[in-house]
């Protein structure tokens, strides 16, 4: 079972507002980062850190964190924001990574 | 701008060792400043972390794979491999190699490979 909880799906009206969150211990003393991944496509880092966002990432997508739970938020959600989305971050150990079991998201 | 790629037999048959290579171009392998990963995902799952390899050579491997698995280097050829032994059907999946980048408390694959598709099957 993984180390870090994710909702398996979620659903937002385009245009909208939606917030992704990834649950577990290890995130009171590490960030989460956020990969979304498509259909027959590699994952893509979309927000690492405290909230850094890669070169060609667009500004609608941001993260925060508090206490054992890490957020990505998509403000204005497109179309083409439909994916799966993972967090990752390392484990309690420290010596190991994991990832989230992954929340589909479905743009209305 | 550093790319990967995997290659590798696409079928393996059950209690064989799986061998892969991620062949990295535009960066070395021997920098410091980054992990070399490799991460798998089952049909219609999840992401899961196999381990990665530090420019030192030291390794760190998921606990659950970790009796099966080894991964190594060859900065001559700037190439990462990925063995799994004794594999079943449980072990096909896609296989990705990553670059782990870290920072402040954090750990992030950029860039990846396109994936290289694994079946277990006699």
């Known amino acids: 079972s993984s180390e870090l909880t994710q909702d398996p799906a979620v659903s937002v009206a385009l245009g909208q507002t939606v917030r992704i969150t990834c649950q577990g211990d290890?995130?009171?003393?590490?960030?989460a980062s956020w990969y979304q991944q498509k259909p027959g496509q590699a994952p893509v880092v979309v927000i690492y850190?405290?909230?850094n966002r890669p070169s060609g990432i667009p500004d609608r997508f941001s993260g925060s964190s508090s206490g054992n739970t890490a957020s990505l938020t998509i403000t204005g959600a497109q179309a083409e924001d439909e994916a799966d989305y993972y967090c990752?971050?390392?484990?309690?150990?420290?010596?190991?990574?994991?990832f989230g079991g992954g929340t589909k998201l479905t743009v209305l | 701008q550093v790319q990967l790629q995997e290659s590798g037999p696409g079928l393996v048959k059950p209690s064989q060792t799986l061998s892969l290579t991620c062949t990295v171009s535009?960066?070395?392998?021997?920098?410091?400043?980054?992990?070399w990963s490799w991460i798998r995902q089952h049909p219609g799952k999840g992401l899961e972390w196999i381990g990665y390899i530090y420019f030192s050579g030291s390794t760190y491997y998921n606990p659950s794979l970790k009796t099966r698995v080894t991964i190594s280097r060859d900065t001559s050829k700037n190439q990462i491999s990925l063995k799994l032994s004794s594999v079943t059907a449980a072990d096909t999946a896609v296989y990705y190699c990553?670059?782990?980048?870290?920072?402040?408390?954090?750990?992030?694959?950029?860039?990846w490979g396109q994936g290289t598709q694994v079946t277990v099957s006699s």
């Open positions: 535009g960066g070395s392998i021997s920098s410091g400043a980054y992990y």
């Open positions: 990553a670059r782990e980048n870290y920072g402040d408390y954090s750990d992030w694959f950029d860039p």
């Open positions: 990752n971050s390392r484990d309690n150990s420290g010596d190991h990574l994991v």
């Open positions: 850190g405290k909230n």
């Open positions: 290890s995130l009171r003393t590490y960030y």
